[in-house]
């Protein structure tokens, strides 16, 4: 199955700043996922970022917040801008696999306090 | 739209059997997955099951799919410590833009 690496694995920023995420595959893959989980919640799909196009965004999450770039088939970014203590979470990519037998892969995810 | 539900948390002692259930309602779901989160970790998949399945096992580890109810349970056999982790279903169908429906997640404690 794909592995990834996914940074930074945590960080404490300050209100009102931007972090960008990075996933990296190690492996072409055709659908990125990016998932928020807040504290002892479930996952939250934000956005699925495809090659070639424009991130698709679930309810509740704008591009203007969580900008993605997906330039290639093994590498993602989701920017968490103006940030502010709410958005304190983890923050995990996830790939698609060709067979669903395979389920879904997920980075080790991002730690992020701000405070 | 689409739900998965789960109990929130399961205790139970070293070497006994847990067992984590899960109900669902999009009766589409084709593959239904059993994730395991240890704390600070990432997701890993433990197994899944088709859904023209009843009954799948690997291991210690026994999945069981009422597709009528719409339940799913995951079975561990003589449970260890390290299986301490919060476990997660999630149902998936290809119609549904290949994305995964999440449960809210059991939290398994093992006590010694």
């Known amino acids: 199955s794909a592995v990834i690496s996914q940074k930074p694995s945590r960080d404490i920023c300050q209100r009102g700043t931007s972090l960008t995420i990075q996933c990296q595959v190690d492996s072409q893959v055709t659908m990125m996922f990016w998932y928020r989980q807040q504290p002892g919640q479930s996952l939250t799909l934000i956005a699925t970022?495809?090659?070639?196009?424009?991130?698709?965004?679930e309810s509740g999450f704008v591009i203007d917040k969580f900008p993605i770039s997906r330039p290639n088939l093994t590498f993602s970014t989701l920017t968490v801008s103006n940030m502010s203590p709410e958005d304190s979470s983890i923050y995990l990519c996830?790939?698609?696999?060709?067979?669903?037998?395979?389920?879904?892969?997920f980075g080790s995810g991002t730690r992020l306090t701000v405070v | 739209g689409e739900d998965v539900e789960q109990s929130l948390f399961l205790s139970v002692r070293e070497g006994d059997s847990s067992v984590i259930n899960c109900t669902y309602t999009d009766s589409s779901s084709t593959y239904l997955y059993w994730y395991k989160q240890e704390p600070g970790a990432g997701l890993q998949l433990l197994t899944y099951i088709f859904s023209n399945m009843d009954m799948k096992q690997d291991q210690r580890l026994t999945v069981l799919l009422n597709k009528k109810d719409k339940h799913l349970s995951l079975r561990i056999a003589d449970t260890q410590t390290g299986d301490s982790a919060i476990y997660f279903c999630?149902?998936?169908?290809?119609?549904?833009?290949?994305?995964?429906?999440w449960g809210l997640g059991t939290s398994l404690a093992v006590n010694p």
């Open positions: 999630a149902e998936w169908n290809a119609g549904n833009n290949r994305k995964l429906i």
């Open positions: 970022a495809n090659q070639g196009s424009e991130a698709t965004y």
């Open positions: 996830s790939v698609d696999r060709d067979r669903p037998t395979d389920g879904y892969t």
